[in-house]
T-cell receptor, first 111, second 114 residues
Framework: DAKTTQPTSMDCAEGRAANLPCNHS???????VYWYRQIHSQGPQYIIHGLKNNETNEMASLIITEDRKSSTLILPHATLRDTAVYYCIVIKAGNNRKLIWGLGTSLAVNP | NAGVTQTPKFRILKIGQSMTLQCTQD?????MYWYRQDPGMGLKLIYY???????DKGEVPNGYNVSRSTTEDFPLRLELAAPSQTSVYFC?????????????FGNGTRLTVT
């Protein structure tokens, strides 16, 4: 499965959009981009996933570039409760047990 | 639904002691997983199960055992605790291995071996 590269940390002002980038330049055609987050001392939480089209749900939006080599997770109106580590993972369908968890991006939402 | 429930939340063991970390889910998920997370590191898969009676090793299985006698429960056993097993342990479940079946996690067991 393709590796991902994320910034170590980011800051965002409360109420503003948080844009978290992820580079996955070696992604193959049948690999999906997943995002999870881990709030301090809790288990990871699924956010969103996509293949090549942009996706939106109640938590966030996922923008995938046309060449699929990078993506951006957007939290449209960040709150203090969005302070967490965000993990970008690339995985083939049917490979939940092969998720590779990197160090993610530590997002601090500031008042 | 309670989701994925792990007990205990915290535990301190002496070297050589044994213990079982409990995990239960009420979502009728077929797949269950055990991960460990060391400080400042990503999660690593210890064992997983695709259904009752079926288990398989993950990336770091040494020193652990699992069983899956029911769909709901997936306990993790440490037989001879070692300091290297000091970690936070997360149990997770998913309906299956498909794309629309993300992992649901418990809130972890913090284990210290001294």
């Amino acid at each position: 499965d393709a590796k991902t590269t994320q910034p170590t940390s980011m800051d965002c002002a409360e109420g503003r959009a948080a844009n978290l980038p992820c580079n996955h330049s070696t992604i193959s055609g049948n690999e999906y981009v997943y995002w999870y987050r881990q709030i301090h001392s809790q288990g990871p939480q699924y956010i969103i996933h996509g293949l090549k089209n942009n996706e939106t749900n109640e938590m966030a939006s996922l923008i995938i570039t046309e060449d699929r080599k990078s993506s951006t997770l957007i939290l449209p109106h960040a709150t203090l409760r969005d302070t967490a580590v965000y993990y970008c993972i690339v995985i083939k369908a049917g490979n939940n047990r092969k998720l590779i968890w990197g160090l993610g991006t530590s997002l601090a939402v500031n008042p | 639904n309670a989701g994925v429930t792990q007990t205990p939340k915290f535990r301190i063991l002496k070297i050589g002691q044994s213990m079982t970390l409990q995990c239960t889910q009420d979502m009728n998920h077929n797949y269950m997983y055990w991960y460990r997370q060391d400080p400042g590191m990503g999660l690593k898969l210890i064992y997983y199960s695709v259904g009752a009676g079926i288990t398989d090793k993950g990336e770091v299985p040494n020193g652990y055992n699992v069983s899956r006698s029911t769909t709901e429960d997936f306990p993790l056993r440490l037989e001879l605790a070692a300091p290297s097993q000091t970690s936070v342990y997360f149990c997770a479940s998913s309906y299956d291995d498909s794309l629309g079946s993300p992992l649901h996690f418990g809130n972890g067991t913090r284990l210290t071996v001294t």
